[in-house]
């Protein structure tokens, strides 16, 4: 019976949000997405969970309906892939990512898209974010992210992120890395 509740609150979230994914161009128009990615991002409660993830099916390269992105969190760019199974807590801005299947990211995490989003000119002067450079970071499946990290770098599957860390360099499988800059402290079993 759970399912079957599940499953139709899932449709009539996919109804709900199909005029906003239009006019987001289901990911294809920038302007578009971020309008809709933020406005989703501040309903709250379980129905806003349920929006959430219901936009992101649209517009996202790909994401699954059994995942779950928390209230004030949103995706910056629609060149995001997230996993089976994900929980992204609250107040969480995640950039060009992907994250695997069973990833669990606490609250205010940030995962931006790469170092090098922005240059500094000759003159000293800061570039715009559409002159730098923004690469896909992954984080891969079955990964805990602590609250309040900073992702610049991919993180390997069954790895722990402890808060706060922030990560400027890839991280392997099966470690734990804390700190800032974030150092691996422990090899997993």
């Not at 019976?1 to 294809?28: N, R, Y």
């Not at 309903?43 to 959430?52: E, F, H, I, N, Q």
Request: hydrophobic share 45%; proline share 4%; net charge positive.
């Amino acid at each position: 019976m759970k399912t079957i509740v599940k499953s139709c609150v899932q449709v009539v979230s996919l109804l709900i949000v199909l005029p906003v994914a239009a006019i987001a161009g289901f990911g294809s128009f920038a302007g578009g997405f971020r309008f809709g990615a933020q406005l989703c991002s501040l309903v709250p409660g379980l129905p806003g969970d349920y929006l959430r993830i219901a936009f992101y099916k649209f517009t996202l390269q790909k994401c699954s309906l059994g995942s779950r992105v928390s209230f004030g969190s949103f995706f910056a760019h629609p060149e995001a892939v997230l996993g089976d199974d994900v929980y992204i807590g609250a107040f969480c801005i995640l950039g060009r990512c992907s994250i695997g299947d069973r990833t669990q990211i606490a609250s205010h995490v940030q995962i931006i898209s790469g170092r090098r989003q922005h240059e500094r000119l000759p003159t000293g002067q800061i570039t715009g974010s559409d002159e730098g450079v923004f690469e896909s970071v992954g984080v891969g499946s079955d990964c805990w992210v602590g609250a309040s990290s900073i992702i610049m770098a991919s993180v390997g599957s069954q790895t722990t992120i402890g808060g706060g860390a922030v990560v400027v360099r890839p991280i392997g499988d099966r470690v734990v890395a804390v700190g800032n800059p974030a150092r691996v402290i422990k090899e997993a079993c």
